[in-house]
């Protein structure tokens, strides 16, 4: 596994690659903190591409909260060493400089409509703007034939699809599903920041999504959001930010099922000083 900090030196190894010959380099980007979710990418990747390559590089534009980045785990050690076992081919763990040779002021131009003033849009301000700007300039770097990414990350999925478009960007969005604990808790590298009492919280943000996954045909939606916010705020570790059915292509509420509309259930939640997000798919 080649390991690269800069980009001269990434770019340079890939140039050297007959893309005509491989035509397919699979692209895996992270924030660190390696959980089986981010090693079943890299596996997809390796599936789908001859040559995989990570990223492991906690972007400082996609965080809103200033505590959130500082507080954010670094692992570099386990992460390489994780990508070795996963047989990931190259990882780039590049510096903030290097990414932002010009500073982090740049952000990438696209309009995102509706989905950059719903949900996590609301609740992060520039969070997306942070997330175009750092994968832009990795796809710029890497030019992968495909970009593997997590449905975890549902918003952020349909986030860089839009900016794909907007640039004709020549590589293919393919979206892996979420990986979880045995007990349904959705991975996540911020699982880690929580205590005991709290991981016995966390568990019922994905019991809330399959509860109403399950019940949607039965109950009225108004019902089983209002239902379920009612059984999170009695946990008083629970901060519910949101707990939404929405059209699973639009991001707009729903307020009645079809099963001819993609509808997707989202929620996000403070979990003591933790927040996690998390997501079902009804319909696709
Ligand atoms: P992150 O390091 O949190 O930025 O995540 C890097 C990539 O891994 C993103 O595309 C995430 O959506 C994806 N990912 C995170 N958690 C999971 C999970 N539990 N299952 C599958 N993919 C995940």
Do not use: W
């Not at 943000?205 to 045909?217: C, D, N, P, R, T």
Request: proline share 4%; hydrophobic share 45%.
């Amino acid at each position: 596994m080649k390991v690269f900090q800069t980009v001269v030196e990434i770019q340079k190894y890939l140039l050297e690659i007959n893309r005509l010959e491989t035509n397919s380099v699979g692209f895996v980007p992270t924030m660190g903190a390696l959980h089986a979710g981010h090693l079943s990418l890299v596996k997809a990747a390796k599936e789908k591409s001859k040559l995989t390559v990570s990223s492991v590089f906690v972007n400082p534009t996609q965080f809103n909260d200033i505590k959130d980045f500082e507080r954010y785990p670094i692992q570099v050690d386990t992460d390489l060493e994780m990508l070795l076992q996963a047989g990931c081919d190259v990882v780039f763990v590049p510096s903030v400089d290097d990414i932002y040779p010009a500073g982090v002021q740049g952000k990438t131009d696209v309009d995102l409509g509706f989905l950059g003033r719903t949900l996590e849009a609301v609740q992060r301000p520039g969070h997306f703007e942070g997330v175009m700007q750092v994968v832009k300039r990795l796809l710029d770097i890497v030019q992968p034939d495909f970009l593997f990414l997590g449905q975890k990350d549902y918003q952020q999925c349909m986030v860089i699809a839009r900016m794909i478009e907007h640039f004709h960007l020549p590589v293919t969005l393919e979206i892996c599903p979420t990986l979880r604990e045995p007990d349904g808790l959705a991975m996540s590298s911020r699982n880690q920041r929580l205590n005991p009492v709290e991981r016995l919280s966390a568990v019922k943000l994905s019991k809330a999504l399959f509860y109403i996954k399950e019940h949607i045909q039965q109950q009225t939606i108004n019902d089983l959001v209002t239902t379920q916010l009612q059984v999170l705020s009695a946990d008083e570790l629970i901060k519910v930010e949101y707990l939404a059915v929405v059209d699973g292509k639009t991001l707009q509420s729903l307020s009645e099922y079809k099963n001819d509309i993609p509808t997707t259930v989202l929620i996000a939640a403070m979990v003591g000083q933790v927040r996690l997000i998390d997501n079902v798919i009804v319909t696709d």
